[in-house]
């Protein structure tokens, strides 16, 4: 094993090394399950490339050795690999997924680099505020622009209306009703 990655001993010592970084990716594994030594290369990697002291770390947990610690986090296959944000779990990847598991490292390495401009103020399981790296609109525009662009723009609100009322006047003295909406310049598939 890595010098990069920490086994877990106890259900003390796992509680001491989330208490030591921002960030913990926890490789729950079994030295029975075939895809868990199918990942072991990639979680290595991982841990050699990214890891950052007091930010982000990598820690494995033998489920076997462990079962507190696996029941505590509701692990029921193996390889489960869980990245914790300060005791809190941000994301639970199940099976050995490389891409899903060095999707979910980068994501944590990157937040873990330091506040920036899309560093989230406020932050619980499925709720984020503060988030936006820029704000929803632009500062200097009307608080009612986007209502505008509903009714006034391309395929907006009036568009509609207009579209609507010529089609039913168009289908409303025709002999064949459904050719002459077809045909018609007011029909939306025939929008220009």
Known sequence: MSGKIVSVTSSSHFSQLLA?????????????????????????SLAEKETKAGKLQFVKVDVDAQQDVARKYGVSAMPTFLVIKSSSVVDTIRGANPSALTAAVRKAANDSSGPGAS?????????????????????NESPFAGLQRLVF????????????????????????AFKAAEESPFNIKARR
């Open 20 to 44: 030591q970084s921002t960030y913990t990716v926890v490789d729950f594994y079994a030295d029975w399950c075939g895809p868990c030594k199918t990942i072991a290369p990639v979680f290595q």
């Open 153 to 176: 723009g391309n395929g907006g609100l009036s568009d509609i209306v207009v579209r609507f009322v010529a089609l039913y006047v168009v289908s409303l003295f025709a002999f064949d």
């Open 119 to 139: 560093a989230a103020v406020f932050q619980t399981k499925g709720r984020t505020l503060g988030s936006a790296a820029e704000p929803s609109r632009p500062v």
